[in-house]
């Protein structure tokens, strides 16, 4: 079985100020690694994914994740947010070799102020 | 090319009605999943569906059953309808069912159960 555990429910942050989003997640076998954000009354957009090789993931709207294995975590970083990155942020995980089956964090809530 | 569609985007139903909700998949897209998202339990994965065969299944009731159409359409049924059930039912859907493709997001359907 999986779990991920989003450590932050509510982010509040400047624009133009860094933001970074913190995931930790278990698992009995190895998992494929997923940011996805959801805009108000919108369905899941996936911002990036960790498959396998770098470590280092870039996605789109400037955002990047590292996957430590060691520490079983995938944070996601942005330098610079603007207002429109206003959104709920899902880290996700799926078992390799199983089809889709994505189990999620709870999700972080982040709320970029002018 | 269209993205997910979910029909209908809102319904209101009474508890121990049953209910019928349907997902068109990006054209090509043989893979079809449904999740459940709550403000309690978070986002919470239902069942793939895969060339018209249930792939993966969580862990819901057996009140929760769906079907793939050999046109890749999907439906998800659930019967005897409690007031928990109310939620924003998503779909999504992706190539292949490795775990590795980008599953798309509907916008899904809002349900409430009164």
């Known amino acids: 079985a999986q779990s991920v555990t989003q450590l932050d429910s509510q982010v509040p942050v400047f624009e133009e100020a860094p933001v970074e989003l913190r995931c930790n997640y278990s698992?009995?076998?190895?998992?494929?690694l997923f940011w996805y954000v959801q805009y108000p009354n919108q369905g899941l957009q996936l911002l990036l994914k960790?498959?396998?090789?770098?470590?280092l993931v870039k996605g789109i709207n400037g955002f990047e994740a590292e996957f430590n294995k060691s520490q079983t975590s995938f944070h996601l970083r942005k330098p610079s947010v603007h207002i429109s990155d206003t959104a709920e942020y899902f880290c996700a995980v799926n078992p390799k070799a199983a089809g889709n089956k994505l189990t999620f964090g709870g999700g972080t809530r982040v709320l970029v102020k002018p | 090319k269209a993205g997910v569609t979910q029909t209908p985007r809102y319904l209101i139903k009474t508890r121990g009605q049953q209910v019928t909700l349907s997902c068109s998949p990006i054209s090509g897209h043989r893979s079809v999943s449904w999740y459940q998202q709550t403000p309690g339990q978070g986002l919470q994965f239902l069942f793939e569906y895969f060339s018209e065969t249930q792939r993966n299944k969580g862990n819901f009731p057996g009140r929760f059953s769906g079907r793939q159409f050999s046109n890749s359409r999907s439906e998800m049924n659930v019967s005897t309808l409690e007031l928990g059930d109310s939620a924003l039912y998503l779909c999504a859907s992706s190539l292949i069912a490795g775990g590795t493709d980008t599953q798309y997001f509907g916008p899904g359907t809002r349900l409430t159960v009164l």
């Open positions: 960790y498959l396998s090789g770098s470590t």
């Open positions: 698992s009995s076998v190895s998992v494929y």
